[in-house]
Structures are given as structure tokens and as C-alpha cells.
């Protein structure tokens, strides 16, 4: 497949950066932050992303969904990182609904994917422990109990958790915590006696949650895919949340980028713009080049998740490395090149290297995926 | 079953009867490579035959008009064959800047005659050209260029030097910058000239690098005769031809970073260090080795989507400029890593153990590629300029 975008995906491209301009600019969310609002994104916001139907952009249509693929997904998330558009989009829309639609059973479907696409259920991925991402170790249990499971333990870095309706959770149900074998992923409800969430407010005005498991009970139909055998579906719905958020990443480092260059045009010191100076020239230049790079890679994984997701791993590893670097250098330059006014609330610049930061953390950052290649290639 | 499906059926079964065997394995080193020309020194009369098979079809040029001497085949059928030589690990029949440099340019730029007469000894491997563009005082600032080309009615009379021409002394003819007028703007003097190198007043000498011996020579002219009828597209145009020219040389320099990826860095430097539960024992260079990789694949993809963009109608002519950048450095730090990892064992420098210093003479060698073809400064100029828009000095 080429690795170009086709035209309907380009038209996607421009009603979404239209729509996103129009609706969620980078003030909305300056308006959340300021307000504290509860919810930390606008559900008149989210209802608008279903009317136009990307909360069910990976919906099949049988499910009331549009039933496209990875790279339309990503595209709008690529045009979502461009706004710093705040939604449940990648917890609820990309991650969860992949999860449900590839590993939930006939019943999970139909009574989750018709209202996550019409914008009336929030769901997000309860996968971290530690600080840093480490899906291989998975220590919450989940022992048998009466006809289902009883959960002990905790999350965090829960994307969305603290208005989450449903959770999807990893859990452990056998082996010790570093197997692969053992793991079982559950469908639970925000509700059940013994969860307790905390809203953890982050570094970039989005919202997690850390979750605290005690004695949460739930039923055998509550498994999502296979008990202990959770592990490949979670790593399959990890690519898929990966490349999205490479999508993102390039987004919104291309913006900061732009807004960059366009500074350099503007601003005037020495009796010139400030972008003559070779000095500046030369690192927008590879700035640019590494989103370059970024974007190619970011496409592949896109168009692999579409054709074959089970081969996607490496490169959305490769994809999600690439983007985190490109998209961190890309804003560290940007403020940096907007001198004081860079290091100003005011200006938008230091909201989108928060965001980067956020989102290169987010499912592994660049020293786990390059480690997790390393390994791949037996070294 | 496709056209395209029964085509590549078609290739692979003439390449499995008329690939040589020896034909099927890598170069054994830079000798080992067919250049073709008028005095050619094949190595085995497996080169011989390979490329004589393969110009018959012009396949050394799959793309090029068949009227030309070449293949005539479509984008994507070039491609299949690409995969068919890749699938039997043929080699290139033919190594040929006639191929990477001139051929393009003489096609969008030559005269009809000139297509005629030079594109099908291109692909026939039958004359082997070289580039004269640097010269000693004008090398990033090529435009400054003050080899003259004196119009003596029936003929230009040719004097100045030339510097880094590749393969200058073993070349039969040169695709050469001279200056035709001496009072325009410096980039409007300048036309683009072929002629023989074994014409009266041709020489030159070669120049040892870093690396030990080198293709590189100095090449001199002195009151060298050449006939009108060699001048490609008009006089005092050839600057645009030159930038067409350095594209197409960008590009195959960018290439460069990723043609002798073979057996991984990772592997390499596991001789040397081993391993410590199955990881690298050098944490440091593991981690450089692997972020060295995650760009090699992307600069993979970036060559490729590059190649769709310009199918599809939305490449630009500087993103070569990208490419060339990146690889260039890319290639640099690979060799970088390459002698971290081989060690004391990377730096012997003669011998059979070392095949004579080969990864030390790579690695030096390497270093040239951020400065030929435009150095990495120039293209991060071109990308600011072109691509960025940035106001130029």
C-alpha cells in the first residue's frame, strides 16, 4: 500500500481540522483548565465527536459504529495533537472500543459498542502500576470467587478513569506477576462496591485516575477474551493505543512546530526577523527532519494495524519511539526559540510541550519501545 | 491471475536462466562491482554475461524508454523486478553514474540526438562517465565555478581543474559545469557540457583520503577542444540542470545509509561484548544500538513514502534535501557504532583477519558522506529555505 494518504482520508483530514478549529481550539481547553471543571473535557464536546461519528470510527457498523480504520483514526488524532483537543477519544473511542470489538464476546459488544458510539459511555484502560508503563508485570489479582472473581490491588495513570463508566482491567489470575501467562482482562463497572478512584489532574490539564481495588467482586461474564489468557489481547490493544498516540504526538509537535516557524518570520531582533540567523535555521531543520521520519513511521503503523495487527507491534513501537522523540524535541525547540514569551502562560507553546510529555509517557516512552525493539532483534 | 502477477512469473523465470550463480552473492568488495565502460575489467565472465544479458533488456535501466536502450517497464513493474533480483539476491548488473546522474538529466534535458546517441551506451555499460562539478575554490559554493568553456566558433575550448571527480581516471567520458560567461550573475553563466575524456588535454591525478586509496581524482584541463554539439539544454542554463543533476545524486547518497544493512549491530557487537541475560552487556551501547535502529527503520520508510509522495503528485524537489540529511548522518553513526562494537579488532588496518581494515577504512570513509553531494549543512540551508520558508541570508 502506498504510504500516502488517499483522498477520502485527506478530506477527513480537513473536515476534521475545520470542525476541531471551529470547536475545541487550543482556548478550549485553557477554558477547562481555568474553570477546574469536574470532568476535565466538555461532554457537549464528545457528543459532537459522535454526531460526526469518530467515537465510532473503529465501531463496526452492525454496532451503530463507521466502522473505518486505524489510520482515519489516526489522522483525527493526529488533528486532535494539533488543538490539544481534550476528549475520551483515544481512552474511550480508539483503546477500548479496539478491546471490546477484538476480544469481547458477542454479548460484551452489543450492550458496550452501540454506546460508546453514540458518545453515552466513557471507558478506559486500567493497565499500569508503577510509574513507568510496564505491562509485563501485572500484580493486581484476581482470585475465584463465589460464580465470578474478586480484584485486590491498584492502577494508575487510568487515562480518563475518573469518569470512566466502565473500566477495562488487567488483572492476574495466575502465575507469578512477571508472567506472560496468567493474565486475565475484566470488564468492570465504574460503580462496584469496593473501587475507589482518585483524580489525579496532570501536567498537560487532562485527567487519570489512580483506582484502589478492595475486595471488588465481579462475575465470570465480566472477562473480557479468555481467562489467563489476556496477555495477547492486551498487547494487540497496546499497538493500537501506541499508534494512536504517536498519531497524536506528531500532531501536536507538527503545530508547535509551525507556530515556530512562523515566530522566526515574525519576530525581529538585531534590526531582522530572527528566523535569518543560521544558528535558528539549521535546528528547525532537523526538528523537521525528525517529524519527517516520525510521520513516515507513524503512517506504517496505521496502515499495519489495518492489514495486519498482529504483526503491528515492532513498528508501532518503532512509531510510538520515533514520535515521542521528534514530538519532545520539537517543543523543548519551540519554547526555547520563543525566548521569554515561550516560558509565558499566555502563549500556547509550553501547553503543547505538556501535553508531548504527557503522551511519550503514556502506554511506554522512548526508552521502553527502543528496549522492547532491542529485544525483538535479540540484543 | 494480474498482469502485474504473470509479469513477475515472466522475471523470475529469466532471472533464475540467466542470473549466474556468481551472480546471486554479495560483492565480495569495491572491485568486485561492475562499472562497465569501453575498457572493462570484469572480475569473471560471470560479470560479462550478467551485464550483456541485462543490457540486452535494458533492464539495467528498467524505467527508461525502451527507444533509449531501456526496459520500458512501468513504476510498478520495475518494483517487481526490484523484488524478483532482491528474492535470488542477484546483484546490480551494472554500477553507473551514467545511470544514478547523467541518464535522468539527459532525458529531461537532451536533445533528442543526444538521447539517441549516449542513453543506450548508458545502458549497455558501454561508456563510463564521470562528474566534473567541485573545483578547488568551489565546492559547497559549486555556483562560483570558474572552469571556462571559450566559444571558438565551431567548437568550445575548455581550461580550468576539477576536484572529487569520482572515478576520473578510469572514466571514458565526463559530464562537466564550465562557465560561458564570465560577466552574468554567477549562477547565469553556467552551461553544462559532455565530452571525451580522452580528448588532447585531458588528465588527471588521484587523491588519497582518510581511508586509504580513494576514486576520487583531480582532473585537469588545458585547452581541451570540444564540439558544440555537446552542450545539454541552452547556454548559460545549465545551473538548473546541475540541481536537477544533485537531486538524483541526494538521493542515491541517502540510499546509501541503508543499501549494506546486513547483519544487524546488535549481532555485531555481541561478538565483542556478549551478552548478560539476553541483553547486550554494554548497556550504554545497547541503548544507542537501538535508537540508531528505530531511526534506520523510519529513514526506511521516509525513502519510501518520499517515492509515493512524488507518484502521487505531492513530493518536492528539496525533500531530497531530507533524505540526504538523514542519511548521511545516519550512515555516519552506524559506522560510529560498528567500530564501537568490533573494538581493537575494528581497528587493525591491515592483514586478512581485517579484510585489510575494512571497517576501519568504511568508517573513515563514511565520514565524506555529510560532504559530498551538498554537506549537511547545505542541505539543513535548502530545508530551511525551500521546505520552511525561512528568510534567506
Sequence with gaps: ?379 | MSDLEQFRGEVRSWLEKNCPPEMRRPSLNEDDVCWGGRKPSFQSDAQRVWLERMGERGWTVPEWPKQYGGGGLTREEAKVLREEMARLHCRAALTSFGIWMLGPALLKYGSEAQKRKYLPEIARGEIRWCQGYSEPNAGSDLASLQTKAEDKADHFLVNGQKIWTSYADRADWIFCLVRTDFAAKKHEGISFLLFDMASPGVSTTPISLISGKSPFCQTFFHDVKVPKGNLVGERNKGWEIAKYLLTHERESIGAFGITQIGRSLGELAAETVGHDDGVLADPLLRAKIAEFEVDGWCFLLSMQRAADMAKAGQGSGAYSSVLKYYGAELNKRRHELMMDGGGSDALEWEGARSHDGKAAREWLRSKANSIEGGTSEIQLNIIAKRLLGLPGA
Design chain 1, 1 to 379: 500500500m502506498p504510504l500516502v494518504l488517499s483522498d477520502e482520508q485527506q478530506m477527513l483530514r480537513e473536515s476534521a481540522r475545520g470542525y476541531l478549529a471551529e470547536q475545541a481550539p487550543v482556548a478550549h481547553l485553557r477554558k477547562l483548565r481555568d474553570e477546574r471543571d469536574d470532568t476535565g473535557f466538555s461532554r457537549a464536546l464528545w457528543r459532537g465527536f459522535a454526531e460526526m461519528g469518530w467515537a465510532g470510527v473503529l465501531i463496526a457498523e452492525e454496532f451503530g459504529g463507521v466502522g473505518l480504520g486505524h489510520v482515519e483514526a489516526g489522522v483525527l488524532l493526529e488533528e486532535m495533537g494539533r488543538t490539544l483537543a481534550p476528549s475520551p477519544f483515544l481512552s474511550t473511542a480508539v483503546v477500548a472500543a479496539s478491546a471490546i470489538g477484538l476480544a469481547g464476546s458477542a454479548q460484551h459488544k452489543a450492550q458496550h459498542l452501540p454506546r460508546i458510539a453514540a458518545g453515552e459511555l466513557v471507558a478506559a484502560l486500567a493497565i499500569d502500576e508503577g510509574a513507568k508503563h510496564k505491562p509485563s508485570r501485572i500484580a493486581l489479582a484476581a482470585a475465584r470467587h463465589a460464580n465470578g472473581f474478586r480484584l485486590n490491588g491498584t492502577k494508575t495513570f487510568v487515562i480518563d478513569g475518573h469518569v470512566a463508566d466502565l473500566l477495562i482491567v488487567a488483572a492476574r489470575t495466575a502465575g507469578g506477576i512477571e508472567d506472560k501467562q496468567g493474565v486475565t482482562l475484566f470488564l468492570v463497572d465504574a460503580k462496584t462496591p469496593g473501587l475507589a478512584r482518585e483524580r489525579t489532574i496532570m501536567v498537560d490539564s487532562r485527567n487519570a485516575a489512580r483506582l484502589a481495588f478492595e475486595n471488588v467482586d465481579v462475575t465470570a461474564d465480566a472477562v473480557l477474551g479468555e481467562v489467563d489468557e489476556g496477555a495477547p489481547w492486551l498487547e494487540r490493544v497496546l499497538s493500537i493505543g501506541r499508534a494512536g498516540l504517536a498519531a497524536e504526538l506528531v500532531g501536536a509537535g507538527s503545530e508547535a512546530f509551525d507556530r515556530t516557524v512562523s515566530y522566526l518570520k515574525e519576530r525581529r531582533q538585531f534590526g531582522r526577523a530572527i528566523g535569518e540567523f543560521q544558528a535558528l535555521q539549521h535546528r528547525v531543520a532537523q526538528v523537521y527532519d525528525d517529524l519527517e521520519m516520525a510521520r513516515s513511521a507513524v503512517l506504517k503503523a496505521l496502515q499495519t494495524m489495518d492489514e495486519n495487527l498482529d504483526g503491528a507491534g515492532p513498528i508501532a513501537s518503532v512509531a510510538k519511539a520515533k514520535a515521542g522523540q521528534a514530538a519532545k524535541l520539537a517543543s523543548q525547540e519551540a519554547v526555547q526559540m520563543h525566548g521569554g514569551m515561550g516560558m509565558t502562560d499566555e502563549l500556547d507553546i509550553g501547553l503543547f510541550m505538556k501535553r508531548i510529555r504527557v503522551a511519550q509517557e503514556l502506554f511506554g516512552d522512548v526508552q521502553f519501545h527502543a528496549d522492547r525493539l532491542a529485544r525483538m532483534r535479540g540484543y
